[in-house]
């Protein structure tokens, strides 16, 4: 499953990242593989995703989080 | 002299993440001595402060906040250029900010730096909230295994300036051990012999910007691509597979010198989130904050603007009494003098706006509002990050323009500042009053006030204008760019006032000093327009007026001069203008006496209330706006004997005055921050092509 489809207060591990020009740009925010996921908060409508990641909150658009690969932790 | 001096200035380049506290520190460090500047070909500013510790005095330069070097907007694109000394002069140091916090985040862009071959020192910031949430960065193992001097502080609390004081001292700057090996020697060998490079990761950030840097001359983007091409060097993977290389040995050096805490937001901040972010209370807090704004705006903005107003009129006035009278003296007085202070007028708008901004931003409450808007903006070919500017455009679109620089897409950004001077910004406002008391009765109908609902509509107009102007953009330009969102949403700190104060300021200078050259050539042009005709007319004006003033009584006197300045804008230039645009602006309901008025409007809105009262003869008393209405409201055609201004009029020429680009003022900042005159001339045409539809529909419709 993606990032996209993660459930609230449940913690997930990054398993790997879509190849899109995006990738570098998520890496170097701190979205990589083996870290921790959580989601923090959900804009209406289907607006962006605050993630929770390494103890710093990033904010995704859902095309953004359906690159993230995640898994149960 | 002069030259050996400034070669004896050593100059260092802060460069770090957003949000670590960078313009924190190079606030700290150089105070009021900044300079903003151009990069040539970029619409990013160049900031330049000078620091001095003791007897030694340092150039820093306050480079862009990037998570990496490599290319994805002007930002990194400018970072690259100054680091390796590309077009400009290579700093002799570089000072990166790093956060005690993200060390990992952080040191990416930093071992990258390293790798660039160029003496640097690390600052660690942001110590007291590492301390707080339990990590410990052991310096020294740190420095050992980087060879880079550091120094740990807290910026905001002036904690550790000291140190860093020190730093420039001691001119304690090393070149860093090589941190990461790269692949493709040989390739590297050649762009280094080419470009004469010192480093394998400067030859290999020169291959991965052949694609991205607009100034690169077109011959060297060539070579480059062909011998990326004939070695198999991807560019992107590439940067994927550095990045992951990187921070891969970033995480083994960390786990030997920093121990981490648990790394969760403080509940503090995570219920201030459970407002500011909540669905319904996120939007009406947000909606509160910006209400707030505006009231003060519009509060505290006006004594200032009314000061400014009244001192720059005292002055145009002492210089025509004081100096012998003639062109010189009305080119200063009238030209020159009332040229500035149209500049200066926007000053109390400016700093406040952006005063509101920086409190805004360095709190950390920004980045929420672009997480909450984001959804709504982006049917209309927006980003999240354009709320603020479309906001603040119905203040000024001035400002709001001005904000348009941390949107990062450029087809985005280009679009915020297209539609910007469509939200109704306040000097439409009197325009608007004036043409409402012309044509709306003063009734209520079901308990609503007719004038102010037509008010109200007017802003919706404009907003409407602006969302469905934004929709037609959105099909209309094209771009390689895809639209993304991708920000931190820093957790929630105390303003720092002098973040706040320096912003204020900076912005109204670069306001002043730079859209102000334009504004005031455009006033300058448009007095001379406006007093002076074909020769001879003035003049034989000037004596029947004289004649007539020597004849008269005191209570005539009056009268006759504003009949007289009536006339004199009849024979100037702007007023045969205003009559050759008669034919075009008939079916709009518009006589000749109200194009002068469009065209003078065009030095700012508002002008159109002192234009007509001109025109119309309605006395020198401009400010009584209900006298200037009332006697507007009694002029008629000479030839039909109807009311100048009937209901189809009015509401014509307020559709006009919504839609139309009538500010000088907002055209140059637009060419200020596309830097080009493409945009702002795309921009006057084709507001006023709608406008002149909007307002011919509306004008036959009322009819």
Known sequence: ?73 | MEVAEKKALKSIAIIGNPNVGKSSIFNQLTGLNQKIGNYPGMTVDKMVGQVHVGEKHFELIDLPGTYSLYPKSEDEIIAHKVLNGLGVEKPDAALVVLDACNLERSLLLGTQVIDLGIPLAFVINMKDLAEKRGVNIHTFALYQQLGVPLVMTDARNNQGMEAVRDLFQKENFEVGKPFHKMGFPDLLDEVKREFKLETDYQAFQQLIFADFDPLLPSDQQKWLKDKAKTHGFDGMEQQARETEQRLSQIKALLSSTESSGKGTPKKFHAALDVVFMHPLWGYLTFLAIMLVIFQAIFAWAETPMDLIDGAFAAASGWVSEVFPPGVLTDLLSEGIITGIGGVVIFIPQIALLFGFLAFLEDTGYFSRVVYLMDRMMRPFGLHGKSVVPLISGMACAIPGIMATRNISNTKERLITILVTPWMSCSARLPVYIILIGLTVPDQSWAGINLQALALLFMYLLGTVFTLLGALALKYVLRTKEKSFLMTDLPIYRLPRWQTVLLTMYNKSKIFVLEAGKVILAISIVLWVLASYGPSGQMEALEVEKERAVAAATEDQKHELASEFASKQLEASYIGILGKAIEPAIRPLGYDWKIGIALLTSFAAREVFVATVATIYSVGEDVEDELTIREKLDKQVHADTGEKVFNRATGFSLMVFYALAMQCMSTVAVVYRETKSWKWPLIQTIGMTIVAYLGALVTYQIFI
């Open chain 1, 1 to 73: 499953m993606t990032a996209a489809k993660l459930k609230p207060r449940q913690t997930y591990e990054i398993v790997s990242l879509s190849v899109t020009p995006l990738l570098v740009r998520m890496m170097e925010m701190g979205i990589l593989p083996g870290k921790k996921i959580s989601l923090f908060k959900k804009a209406p409508f289907n607006g962006p995703m605050a993630f929770l990641i390494d103890g710093n909150i990033i904010a995704l658009r859902i095309e953004e989080a359906d690159l993230i690969q995640i898994k149960e932790a």
